[in-house]
């Protein structure tokens, strides 16, 4: 069980502007490989043959519960605006090694239930390596 813990205290931070307070949640980065279809006239046995190609570094979504006086949160609709590439970091509990990756804000929402408190999802399109340590 040494190997296993719970999310509590994980934080995401960008390189420009620190810490992003009040997340709720993070999830991703959910990184995929494309397939380049290698079938022939001549394959035998009558399957589809592929080899790996490009991989996309996904996404990372994370829910905050939103405060228009938090500074961490007035600079994410200022990345989304900018689109440009920050550096950003997952920080784990204990002794997880972090994770950093480059990407931009590509979404921003908000939440209003009649009986919750506002909530924003934050999505950040993932470039080039998501970051997953070996």
Known sequence: MAGKKI?????????????IASVRGISGPNASGDSV???????????RTFIGALVD??????????????AS?????????SQDTKSWTITYPSTFTPQTFSGHVSGLG??????????????????GTPGFSS
């Open 7 to 19: 999310g509590y205290t994980t934080t995401i931070a960008s390189s420009t502007s620190g810490t």
């Open 37 to 47: 279809d290698t079938t022939t006239l001549d394959t035998t046995g009558r399957y």
């Open 57 to 70: 570094g996904g996404e990372v979504t994370f829910d905050l519960i939103y405060d228009t006086e938090e």
């Open 73 to 81: 949160h007035k600079v994410l609709a200022q990345f989304l605006s």
């Open 110 to 127: 908000a939440e209003t239930p009649l009986d919750d408190v506002i909530t924003q999802p934050v999505t950040i399109k993932v470039s």
